[in-house]
């Protein structure tokens, strides 16, 4: 089993705010953010599901899951003619172009920006929600159509966000949490953001569900006998919503899970320490589970390899970015669950169109493929899973252009 590398840490440091699209959230622009609910607390709390009726049964669904999985679930976008808006101009504001997870969506965002015939400009937040607040004002100041945020949640940036909009300036935004999200109960500031008609338009069910299908992933395999360690970074919005829909495919299934939580200042030699930790104290432990990918290559896989576990418990990774996918080939992970970055770029900028129409949005289609080492692993090391339907091309033709 493969060690983590320098070479590794050092393609990482792209990814460890990756988090751009799990961004920090707080209820205002200095607030701390309101930790979600969860089976234990730091420090590991181990909690453990009702013992399912039917676990045979349990087991059956996760793996029918697994394989839709597999198959993936993203559809071609809706293809009901909308005409591109005309002559609009649009400031793009990333939380980090140092981070691959804002990186490649809002490349897509501005590639389905400048198909419509739009004129963009981008703003880089440096992974410095410091700085945000004053982008927005920034870009205010030169009276765009609209400005699109990528991976930076509407509560650290309201008040210029309220400003934007009194300007008559329409807000659009991918990876982010509007401040009429429940935890953050504020009044709605985002015109547009992508349509998941499978969540029923509610991104946070769309969260969700995302992430039951890696618990199911689990349960497939080991059933009510799943045994897992889940980590967890209590930062990130995002982060609320997947750790929700893992525990609640987790305990459908029957099985244990033992939480604990780090900070992303911990990614690491200290996450690294507290992974072998934990597991050394639980050593029944069968699944561990990595929120997302800067955290499986920052010290998840090299504190199970630590603590002597490699190749005796599944792990579950997160996004699926390239470096995870090398790990994926080693066997360092067992399964990742990607959603096409680039597709959900594409379907903000549909949404903002339609909200410049004045029309409502329509399906994006936007699904995930769930993918391990024998189910749609790219050929090549170092490269991006991209298996997806050709939806450019529907979005094209629906727009006109």
């Given at each position: 089993?493969?060690s983590?590398h320098?070479s590794?840490?050092r393609r990482a440091?792209?990814?460890v705010l990756?988090l751009?699209a799990?961004t920090?959230?707080a209820?205002?622009?200095?607030?701390a953010?309101?930790?979600?609910?969860?089976v234990?607390?730091?420090?590991s709390?181990?909690?453990?599901?009702?013992a399912s009726a039917a676990?045979g049964d349990?087991k059956a669904?996760?793996q029918?899951?697994?394989e839709?999985?597999?198959?993936g679930?993203?559809?071609?976008p809706d293809?009901?003619p909308?005409?591109?808006?005309k002559g609009?101009?649009v400031i793009?504001?990333s939380?980090?172009?140092?981070s691959i997870?804002?990186a490649?969506p809002?490349?897509?965002?501005?590639?389905?920006?400048?198909?419509?015939?739009?004129?963009?400009?981008?703003?880089?937040?440096?992974?410095n929600?410091?700085l945000?607040p004053?982008?927005?004002?920034?870009?205010?100041?030169?009276?765009?159509d609209?400005?699109?945020?990528?991976?930076?949640?509407c509560?650290?940036?309201?008040?210029p966000?309220?400003?934007?909009?009194?300007?008559?300036?329409?807000?659009?935004a991918?990876?982010?949490?509007?401040?009429?999200?429940p935890?953050?109960?504020?009044?709605?500031?985002f015109d547009?953001?992508p349509?998941?008609?499978s969540?029923?338009?509610?991104?946070?069910?769309?969260?969700?569900?995302?992430?039951?299908?890696?618990?199911?992933?689990?349960i497939?395999r080991?059933?009510?006998k799943?045994n897992?360690?889940q980590?967890?970074?209590e930062?990130?919005r995002?982060?609320d919503?997947?750790?929700?829909?893992?525990?609640r495919g987790?305990k459908?299934?029957?099985?244990?899970?033992v939480y604990?939580t780090?900070?992303v200042?911990?990614?690491g030699p200290k996450?690294?320490a507290?992974?072998?930790g934990?597991l050394l104290?639980?050593p029944?432990?069968?699944?561990?589970k990595?929120?997302?990918t800067?955290?499986?290559l920052?010290g998840?896989?090299?504190?199970?390899?630590?603590?002597?576990?490699?190749?005796?418990?599944?792990?579950?990774?997160?996004?699926g970015?390239?470096p995870e996918?090398?790990l994926v080939r080693?066997?360092?992970?067992d399964t990742?669950?990607?959603?096409?970055?680039a597709?959900?770029?594409?379907a903000?900028?549909?949404?903002?169109?339609?909200?410049f129409?004045g029309?409502?949005?329509?399906?994006?289609?936007?699904g995930?493929t769930?993918?391990d080492?024998?189910?749609?692993?790219?050929?090549k090391?170092?490269?991006?899973?991209?298996?997806?339907?050709?939806?450019r091309s529907?979005y094209?033709?629906?727009w006109?252009v």
């Amino acid at each position: 089993m493969m060690s983590i590398h320098t070479s590794a840490r050092r393609r990482a440091a792209a990814t460890v705010l990756a988090l751009s699209a799990l961004t920090l959230s707080a209820c205002g622009e200095d607030a701390a953010p309101e930790a979600p609910a969860a089976v234990g607390t730091e420090g590991s709390t181990g909690a453990s599901a009702p013992a399912s009726a039917a676990g045979g049964d349990a087991k059956a669904a996760a793996q029918a899951n697994v394989e839709k999985g597999y198959a993936g679930t993203s559809t071609l976008p809706d293809a009901t003619p909308r005409p591109a808006a005309k002559g609009k101009r649009v400031i793009f504001i990333s939380s980090g172009q140092n981070s691959i997870s804002t990186a490649v969506p809002l490349a897509g965002q501005m590639e389905a920006a400048k198909a419509l015939g739009w004129q963009t400009q981008l703003l880089d937040g440096q992974s410095n929600p410091a700085l945000w607040p004053g982008l927005v004002r920034q870009a205010i100041a030169s009276k765009p159509d609209a400005i699109s945020l990528q991976a930076i949640d509407c509560p650290l940036v309201a008040k210029p966000l309220e400003e934007a909009r009194a300007a008559g300036i329409k807000i659009s935004a991918g990876y982010s949490f509007d401040c009429d999200d429940p935890k953050f109960k504020g009044a709605k500031h985002f015109d547009a953001i992508p349509f998941y008609a499978s969540a029923k338009g509610d991104p946070g069910e769309f969260t969700r569900t995302y992430a039951e299908l890696q618990a199911d992933s689990a349960i497939a395999r080991f059933g009510d006998k799943a045994n897992v360690l889940q980590f967890n970074d209590e930062e990130f919005r995002i982060l609320d919503y997947t750790s929700e829909g893992f525990q609640r495919g987790i305990k459908k299934g029957g099985g244990k899970i033992v939480y604990s939580t780090f900070l992303v200042s911990e990614l690491g030699p200290k996450l690294e320490a507290k992974v072998s930790g934990e597991l050394l104290k639980n050593p029944d432990v069968n699944v561990v589970k990595s929120p997302y990918t800067g955290a499986t290559l920052l010290g998840i896989v090299s504190g199970i390899q630590k603590a002597g576990r490699a190749g005796k418990v599944m792990v579950i990774g997160g996004e699926g970015f390239a470096p995870e996918l090398d790990l994926v080939r080693t066997g360092a992970v067992d399964t990742v669950n990607i959603t096409p970055p680039a597709w959900v770029g594409w379907a903000t900028i549909d949404s903002l169109n339609s909200a410049f129409n004045g029309t409502a949005p329509v399906d994006s289609g936007v699904g995930w493929t769930l993918v391990d080492k024998d189910h749609g692993l790219p050929p090549k090391a170092g490269t991006e899973f991209n298996d997806f339907p050709d939806f450019r091309s529907v979005y094209k033709k629906a727009w006109g252009v």
